[in-house]
Every structure is written in structure tokens, then in C-alpha cells.
């Protein structure tokens, strides 16, 4: 075992513990840790790969490892020193979840990492539960799938029961599992063209002569998959402005709001930025995108995102939405309401969100999702438009509150959704739908409304 390999577990074993000890978000602590040391040239990006997978894996898999670990404990996890539960985890997750890990560098590892962080007995401890994992993997035993189904499939892919149970009421057992599947994978990060800059087709020439293999979105004009690459960071194409970090399906929001040259739009959700900036360069910066939120250390990124892309027509107001109607009354051509939301729909991207989400949030979030929308379609001028778009799948969040909407406002009008949808993806939906296991990018909900002359 290279000396690499250790350092890389013990990376992320430093992430796995921000996560659990100081609540920090896996991504957010994830990416500091691997900028740092990249900047550092500290690691390879064969490490990089190999703690990513490890944080992501041991973070998403958490109560199934947790439930694993048990099969094998004399007395409960939560009795564990933390430090030591996630070292347990990180074996747990190597010997079980990667098969390109002998069990016998699983284990010895761990071993190191209680060595360096424990004492005696935490080293005996970690070695016997783990050594006797490897050897009798026959004590994990599933629920049976036929007498229980929402404990087998919370279990089997790792998602939170109350969730599961949702999915298998609504969606039924197959449908659920195919989604539970689809969120399991690992996502391709995609990028957005900075179009007022480079072309599509220029801008994968450069990035692959950037070290990254890449290829077309077949979703979105501009977008970009990367299929591998160094840290980003690194990449002196991102520092030059020439592409944005942004999921595919949040790529089409801006297309089906159609902004236009000379346009006043408002992103009443706007931060961080990438569909403001999205807006922006669709209208070939000119007009003005007023991005509003309610943190301005949120709407510091977007003016970074702004300069960095050299947009010029973008405003930022720390503002709460839900005040919007009364400062711009019928003032914007086109409103943007990309709503705080459950985050249900891009589960695969936030490992840990899954187990940070309860079923509470289903019920308090629509009213403040309703109270935005309300809000913001007042800006909009007649013969305007409105889109009101989420990353979840929860009809309490998405259709639900457009249809509330538009019987509350009849003003506004539903416009197919899917008939604005860049590329060859035009469909006769009303209200855009996607999911993660049917169209293989973010679940998302999209819906364009307009207001009567």
C-alpha cells in the first residue's frame, strides 16, 4: 500500500469528520479540502478520485453502513467515539461497496487510521470488527423485499425510510427502485459555454487539450459533460471566463424563460448565479438581470461568477423575494422563480442531503414556495412571462403550487413547457417533469407562465 493511498484515506477521513462533528455540507468540505491540496500539488488526480469516491460513498451509504456495522458490534454505534465510527464506516464502505479494494488493505488501513487516532484498545476494536466483516459477510442480512418493502429498499439503496415509503405509495415498488438506483450513481459534471466568449465546439477542443475528456450535452446548446478531469481550479480556461459550472437540467430553466436582447428580468432567487448569468448571456449582455436573495455573502458569487464570465448586466439586491410585487410592480418583462425547495431531485449530486431532509419539509415549504410566487408575479408586465421552477420531484412543491397559483391569479395563463425546450427535446408537456432515472439528469420541475394584456 503506497504511502498515497493512506494520505488519501485519512483525507478523507478528515472530510467524513467535518460532515459528522461540525455539520458541514460533504460537498462544500470536500471541495476546500481537495482545492487546497491541489493548489499544494499535494495529490494526483487518481487520488482525487479515489477520496471523492470515498467520502461520497461512506457519506451516502450512512445508515446502511451504520446497520451493517451493527450485525457486527457487542454494543451500540452510538456509543463509538465519532472519530472511530467513521473510520469503521470508511472500512465498512471499502470492503463492501469497492471491489477494487483488497479487503486485507480495507482493513490494515483502518487499522493505521485508529493507530494514528485512538489508543490500544480502539486498535483492537477496529481490527476485530472489520477482519470479522471480510470474513463472514453471510451475518448481513436484508429485510425480505416481499414482506418489507420500504425497510428492504431504505437498506438495500440507502435512502431514509420516510422517503421510500413516500416513493412506494406514489410511485409503486419498481418505479421506486429505479429512482433509488438512478440516485445512487455517480452524476457527470456539467459545464455551461460562456457563449459571449468562446464557442461550444472551440471550448472542447480547449478543454481537452486541458487534460479533460469531455463531450457534448445532447440537452442543452451550450452544455457540456466532463466525463474526467483535473481540478478544476486548475484550469485556465475556467479562470478565463470561458465556462460556467452548471447541472444540465438547471441549463434549460433560462432557455424556456426565452430572454431576450434588451430585456429586465428578474431572478427573484437568483444566487449563486448560474442561471443569472445563464440570463445574462442569453441576452448577449445587454438589458439588465436583477438577481435578488436574502444572504448577500450568496449574491457575492454571483457578481464573482458576473466578472469572472464579463457580464455587465447584472444587478444584485439583497432582498426577500417575498416582497418583490410591492418594489417592481408590473416592471419585468420576464421573473424567474427558481424557489428554495426540498432538493429532492439532485439527491445524486449532495450525498448527504438525503439524510439531512425529513418529511417536515414537504409541509413547510410549499407555503413559502406560494408566498414567492404570488410575490414575484406581480412584477411581471402584461404579456410578460413567469417560470416557476424547482430541483425536486414533489408534487407539494411543484404542480401543486402552479395550479394554486394560476386559479388564484387568472391573469395568468399555462404556456407548454416543454414546447420551449432547446435542441431536438421539445415535448407537449405543460409542465416540465425530470427525472433522474427516466432522462438521466437532475430531477426538475419547470413551469412558464404568461400574463394577460
Known amino acids: 500500500m503506497t504511502k498515497n493511498k493512506m494520505d488519501a484515506r485519512e483525507i478523507a477521513l478528515k472530510v467524513l469528520n467535518e460532515v459528522e462533528g461540525k455539520g458541514a455540507y460533504a460537498n462544500i468540505a470536500l471541495a476546500q479540502e481537495l482545492n487546497r491540496r491541489a493548489l499544494q500539488e499535494k495529490i494526483t488526480n487518481q487520488d482525487r478520485r479515489f477520496i471523492t469516491e470515498l467520502v461520497y460513498g461512506t457519506v451516502k451509504t450512512g445508515a446502511t453502513l451504520d446497520w451493517m456495522l451493527s450485525c457486527f458490534l457487542s454494543r451500540p454505534l452510538a456509543k463509538v467515539a465519532p472519530i472511530i465510527k467513521n473510520i469503521l464506516r470508511l472500512g465498512m ?17 483502518a487499522v493505521e487510521l485508529a493507530r494514528k487516532y485512538g489508543h490500544a484498545g480502539t486498535i483492537k476494536f477496529v481490527n476485530g470488527v472489520l477482519r470479522n466483516a471480510a470474513r463472514c459477510p453471510e451475518k448481513i442480512i436484508f429485510p425480505e423485499k416481499d414482506k418489507y418493502p420500504v425497510k428492504y429498499l431504505a437498506l438495500k439503496y440507502y435512502h431514509p425510510e420516510w422517503l421510500i415509503e413516500r416513493w412506494v405509495n406514489r410511485l409503486g415498488i419498481k418505479v421506486c427502485e429505479d429512482l433509488c438506483q438512478a440516485n445512487n450513481t455517480t452524476p457527470v ?38 466525463h474526467e478531469h483535473p481540478s478544476l481550479i486548475t484550469l485556465n480556461s475556467l479562470q478565463e471566463g470561458l465556462f460556467q459550472v452548471q447541472d444540465e437540467s438547471s441549463m434549460l430553466v433560462a432557455h424556456i424563460l426565452g430572454p431576450q436582447p434588451g430585456d429586465f ?42 466578472e469572472r464570465l464579463s457580464l455587465s448586466n447584472i444587478e444584485t439586491k439583497v432582498l426577500d423575494a417575498v416582497n418583490l410585487g410591492s418594489m417592481y410592480p408590473l416592471k419585468a418583462d420576464k421573473v424567474l422563480v427558481d424557489a428554495p425547495c426540498s432538493g429532492l431531485g439532485v439527491l445524486r449530486r449532495k450525498p448527504d442531503s438525503r439524510w439531512r431532509k425529513t418529511k417536515d419539509i414537504l409541509q413547510d415549504l410549499p407555503k413559502l414556495q406560494a408566498a414567492i410566487l404570488a410575490s414575484a408575479a406581480q412584477c411581471v408586465r402584461p404579456d410578460g412571462v413567469l417560470v416557476y421552477s424547482t430541483c425536486t420531484t414533489e408534487p407539494e412543491e411543484n404542480q401543486n403550487i402552479v395550479n394554486s397559483f394560476l386559479q388564484e391569479n387568472p391573469a395568468f395563463s399555462l404556456e407548454p413547457a416543454g414546447q420551449y425546450l432547446p435542441m431536438d427535446k421539445k415535448t407537449a408537456d405543460n409542465m416540465l417533469q425530470l427525472w433522474p432515472h427516466i432522462d438521466n439528469v437532475d430531477g426538475f420541475f419547470i413551469a412558464r407562465m404568461r400574463r394577460r394584456n
Open 189 to 226: 459534471l456539467s459545464v455551461r459555454t460562456n457563449t459571449l466568449k468562446i464557442e461550444r465546439e472551440a471550448l472542447l477542443t480547449r478543454l481537452t487539450a486541458e487534460g479533460v475528456r469531455c463531450q457534448a450535452s445532447k440537452w442543452t446548446p451550450e452544455g457540456i459533460l466532463l
Open 93 to 109: 464502505y471499502q470492503l463492501f461497496y469497492l471491489e477494487k479494494v483488497p479487503a486485507s488493505a480495507a482493513c490494515n488501513q
Open 265 to 306: 428580468i428578474i431572478d427573484a432567487c437568483g444566487a449563486p448565479g448560474g442561471k443569472t448569468t445563464h440570463i445574462a448571456a442569453l441576452m448577449k449582455n445587454t438589458g439588465k438581470v436583477l438577481s435578488t436573495d436574502i444572504y448577500e455573502h450568496k449574491l457575492a458569487l454571483t457578481r464573482e461568477n458576473a
